[in-house]
């Protein structure tokens, strides 16, 4: 059975890092791209980063760059998100995905499994 867990969020000062963990199961990131999503009150889930290890290509959202940095574990089955610099706009649910493609996909409807989330919380 495929399942994600994430772990990672909480209360962060504008400024600070956080690194956010998704542990797959029933999957490989072979045969799946992996994608971190955000859904702020009010906002529509958007695509943060996904990563294809297939084509080894990465995607970040324009207001992540330089900030936001998607990685993975193989052997641990686990999929990473640093977060620095973060900024009291990152605050959100955050989620990571799984689609059963070989490149990197952005759009939420592509993705078939989904982590429970964890929530992002950046004051001022």
């Known amino acids: 059975e495929v399942q994600l867990v994430e772990s990672g969020g909480g209360l962060v000062q504008a400024g600070g890092s956080l690194r956010l963990s998704c542990a797959a199961s029933?999957?490989?990131?072979?045969?799946?791209?992996i994608g971190w999503f955000r859904q702020a009150p009010g906002k529509e889930r958007e695509g943060v980063s996904c990563?294809?290890?297939?084509?080894?290509?990465?995607y970040y959202t324009d207001s992540v760059k330089g900030r936001f940095t998607i990685s993975s574990d193989n052997a641990k089955n686990t999929v990473y998100l640093q977060m620095n610099n973060l900024k009291p706009e990152d605050t959100a649910v955050y989620y990571c995905?799984?689609?059963?493609?070989?490149?990197?996909?952005?759009?939420?409807?592509?993705?078939?499994?989904w982590g429970q989330g964890t929530q992002v919380t950046v004051s001022s």
């Open positions: 995905a799984a689609a059963p493609a070989s490149e990197v996909v952005i759009t939420p409807m592509a993705y078939d499994y």
């Open positions: 029933g999957l490989t990131f072979d045969d799946y791209a």
């Open positions: 990563f294809s290890e297939s084509d080894g290509t990465t």
